[in-house]
């Protein structure tokens, strides 16, 4: 970037801002909005919104922010985007992924941000799935073999456009992002605007976030995690990001957290659990808790954190589909074994099959009311939005035991879905990746527990010729994102099915790990 649009140094800021008394996370929202245009209206012109921290180390005010987005989405409209269109974004681990997603929000087209682990293959179904107007490419990173591709730089942003965010209905799309769904194909999960001004039952709920924090999220610029989590939210109230430059290993967290002067960390549970591995680690005079969340957080680690650095850790229970709506706060720790609690203006339930709710106390699958703010719009079909519902209820597929006091207790999935790394995985996608292989007869898809605390994804097949375990994986990575590829490949002579002929994932599972746990 040049000119305007070049960063600028400043020194940190510090301290804590609580937020007001009178704070309504359950406020309606305003309209006309745009989503854009609210993430960036809080900060002062001069303060510090983002640090890069690691070599490079950058710093961008809110003002470098609001030009840098302006000149993005006027961009996007040389490039004849018109509100309504879509924008598959193919970029990798920068800060212009959260620049150009917002500048298309601002523009009003809709961007559609993906991993950039994705193969040619995932990604072409993406495309022709979505029907993108524009597709912008970073180098390095898998496009789609068709359809109308720009690279990222020669998308020349305009430093002298003004940030003028399209308003209209808070209801109309924003964005839409890709989850695994269980016929084994990505869904197309279509947010609207008002999704972001939701977000904000969780500034009090889980965050425990003020103006003056520092939050330091662990992950890359292109994951929607850090996307939402790291970036948007800090900055809707006006507070400071920090990102690790692409490259830095979680033995370098520690290091960066002291330096940085965060107050707030933010990682999948993996990433505490790596950072508790060092023999040594820095004193953290300014943090005062971490948050967690894409997988369950064990009573366990939550001690063993709390022990050796001396703050808590918060969890947070969401989807794709409505973000993080139960979390344990600052205010309000979770109890052992439980998750938290349904955050204030959010309406949970746990509902048997039937969609009725069932008493407390009693396990249900998770089911969030349609009239939830931050609940999707819906999966993209044909192009539109539909949202399925049971009753008044979304019903999510995970199992749940909500508590006398409220507390949800985390069951597990009520189908087979896969958590890696905090990415849900479909065992349908990964078990197609071999259909092309003649060796393999019959496959599944499971994630094993193989320690405590400790699951993987491991393919379970029925040779009908030797393979080797190489093959195998050579075959899962030109099929499969990174995340997606199984970590154990185990022969059987049979895999295990119902009287109705139906694969029985949890019986393998269970056979596996007992199998483990004897040895």
Known sequence: MSGDLQPRRAGPSTGVMPLPDDFDPAAPCPAPFNLAGYVLAAGDEDKIALEVLGGGAVRWTFGDLRRAVAGYAAALRTEGLAPGDKLLMRLGNTVEFPLLFLAAVAAGVVPVPTSAALTVEEVDWIAADLAPALTVQAPGVAGPSRGRVVALEALVPDRDAPLAPVPGDPDRMAYVVYTSGSSGRPRAVAHAHR???????????????????????????????????????????????????????SAALPEALAASGASIFAAVPGVYRQILKQEALPRLPRLRHGLTAGEALPDSLRAAWRDRVGTELYEALGMSECSTFISAHPGRQAPPGHAGFAQAGRRIAALDADGVEVARGTSGVLGVHRGDPGLMLGYLEGGRPRLPLTGD???????????????????????DMMNAGGFRVSP???????????????????????????????????A???????????????????????RLYIPVETLPKGRTGKLDRRALRAAYEARHDQA
């Open 195 to 249: 999704a972001i001004w939701a977000r904000r039952m969780m500034w009090r709920d889980w965050y425990g976030m003020g103006p003056e924090d520092r939050i330091l999220h662990a992950g890359a610029f292109n994951w929607t995690y850090t996307l939402g989590v790291g970036l948007l939210d800090p900055w809707a109230m006006g507070a400071t990001a920090l990102i690790p430059e692409a490259g830095t290993d």
């Open 393 to 415: 209820w979304f019903v999510t597929g995970d199992m749940v035991e909500i508590a006398s006091d409220g507390a949800v207790r985390y069951l597990g999935r009520g189908d």
């Open 428 to 462: 349908l996608e990964v078990e197609k990746a071999f259909h092309g292989r003649p060796e393999i007869g019959e496959a599944a898809a499971v994630e094993v527990k193989i320690k405590a605390d400790v699951t993987v994804i491991a393919l379970f097949y029925v």
């Open 464 to 486: 009908a010729a030797p393979v080797t375990e190489a093959a195998l994986a050579a075959e899962a990575a030109q099929h499969l994102a990174r995340y997606k590829q199984p």
